[in-house]
């Protein structure tokens, strides 16, 4: 397949003849569309001003909205969540493309793919030149942010991530470069945002002490993970925070204390996904996290966080057939198409089933178009920084906030 200028854009008619349509994940849950008008495709989103299903700075109503199942509660939250969206952002849904470069890792995080501990995994990393094909296939597909995400890998000292940003940067100045490698120094994220990086984003997993304990060895820390986020805050990244639904033994209140954290740290991003088990993992006999409560948090994420830039994750598409779309249908309003060489991607394997492995990046930036045309959104493949954001030019060093 060749790459050129007027592949940049389909129509649905395209992908509804299924010339451009990735593999869906495994999951039969949430998947249909039978008996919810609301989601029908063509039925244009926010047609009417909803009222404000809660108050989202109660703990009360928050906490309601986390384990509500009534139907009409949850439409309402979501048609809330729709309308905040849009008075920032319209009907526009922001593409970023994705590069996974290195699947090495020397945490051990027991619901991870590729922690350290999975020895059945085959290993990879992209070398530079192989990074840059990536960036040069995806600015011919029209991206204007690449995310360089890896798992935490000593092989990329400071040194060599600097120079990738380096060489990143002097041949796409205009593009936003987000790094998601994982805990660094401050000096480090220091060197990182001059040399080129201008997001940054880590998940905290879990906001609650005790919870992290549950999935994390010893030797890892939530309070450092935090002070990573403040730190990249502090320095000028925008920042992307988040956590997964439905990791073994998380409670409603967990739930809660990841929303009062993003709250206090107010992160330009959010990243919120369902927990799917990965086979060789001390978690892969959990069931998965819920795709309805998924829903629900990305929705309270939107009304607490109201301009924050939040994707509809890949593991929404693995856990449902149209799990992205119900993403954008909850408040989210990015995507992240998968850049890496195909084959590699069945590498990075953080759960099982994982959707989009055996598409060319082409396609997936295609099909992820049609399906988001297909709802009644606007694909847009600007930078897409947050609404309202003005960037810092240098990095505020040395101030350690919190
Ligand atoms: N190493 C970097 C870091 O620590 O932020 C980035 C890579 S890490 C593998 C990316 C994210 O994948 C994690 O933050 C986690 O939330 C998510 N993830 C890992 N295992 C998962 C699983 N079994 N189900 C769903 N998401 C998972």
């Keep these: 397949m060749r790459f050129t200028e007027d592949m940049r854009h389909t129509t649905p008619e395209d992908n509804q003849a299924g010339l451009f349509s990735c593999n869906d994940g495994i999951y039969p849950a949430g998947g249909s569309l039978e008996g919810d008008d609301s989601l029908r495709p063509g039925n244009p989103p926010d047609k009417e001003a909803p009222v404000m299903p809660l108050d989202p700075h109660s703990d009360k109503a928050l906490l309601h909205f986390i384990t509500t199942e009534d139907p009409e509660e949850t439409e309402a939250l979501f048609a809330a969540a729709r309308e905040v969206r849009s008075s920032h952002y319209g009907r526009d849904v922001y593409f970023r493309g994705l590069i996974e470069f290195s699947n090495y890792c020397e945490n051990n995080c027991y619901y991870c793919g590729i922690r350290a501990g999975n020895r059945r995994l085959k290993r990879y990393r992209l070398s530079l030149e192989e990074i840059l094909g990536c960036c040069r296939l995806g600015d011919l597909l029209g991206y204007r942010t690449f995310v360089f995400q890896s798992g935490e890998d000593p092989w990329f000292t400071d040194d060599r991530i600097e120079a990738m940003l380096e060489a990143v940067r002097g041949e796409f100045p205009d593009h936003a470069i987000t790094l998601s490698i994982g805990e660094r120094s401050r000096a480090g994220y220091e060197r990182f945002f001059r040399a080129g990086a201008n997001r940054y984003l880590l998940r905290h997993e879990t906001a609650s002490e005790e919870h992290y304990r549950k999935l994390h060895p010893r030797r890892m820390s939530l309070r450092e993970r935090k002070q990573c986020l403040w730190d990249l805050k502090d320095i000028g990244y925008q920042v992307g925070a988040g956590f997964m639904v439905g990791t073994p033994f998380q409670t409603p209140k967990n739930l809660l204390e990841d929303l009062r954290f993003l709250r206090d740290l107010e992160p330009h991003m959010v990243g919120i996904g369902p927990f799917l088990p990965q086979e060789d993992t001390p978690f892969g006999n959990y069931p998965p996290g819920s795709f309805e409560q998924t829903l629900r948090m990305i929705a309270l994420t939107r009304l607490l966080l109201p301009r924050a830039l939040i994707p509809a994750t890949t593991a929404l598409g693995t856990i449902s057939p149209l799990g992205r779309e119900k993403g954008l249908m909850a408040g989210?309003?990015?995507?992240?198409?998968?850049?890496?060489?195909?084959?590699?991607?069945?590498?990075?394997?953080?759960?099982?089933?994982?959707?989009?492995?055996?598409?060319?990046?082409?396609?997936?930036?295609?099909?992820?178009?049609?399906?988001?045309?297909?709802?009644?959104?606007?694909?847009n493949m600007a930078r897409g920084d947050m609404a309202g954001w003005e960037a810092r030019k240098f990095p505020r060093a040395g101030v350690i906030q919190q």
Excluded: Q, W
């Design 332 to 379: 989210a309003n990015v995507v992240m198409p998968n850049l890496s060489p195909k084959d590699v991607r069945e590498f990075y394997a953080l759960y099982d089933h994982k959707i989009c492995t055996g598409d060319e990046a082409a396609e997936c930036r295609l099909c992820m178009e049609g399906r988001i045309r297909n709802f009644g959104f606007e694909p």
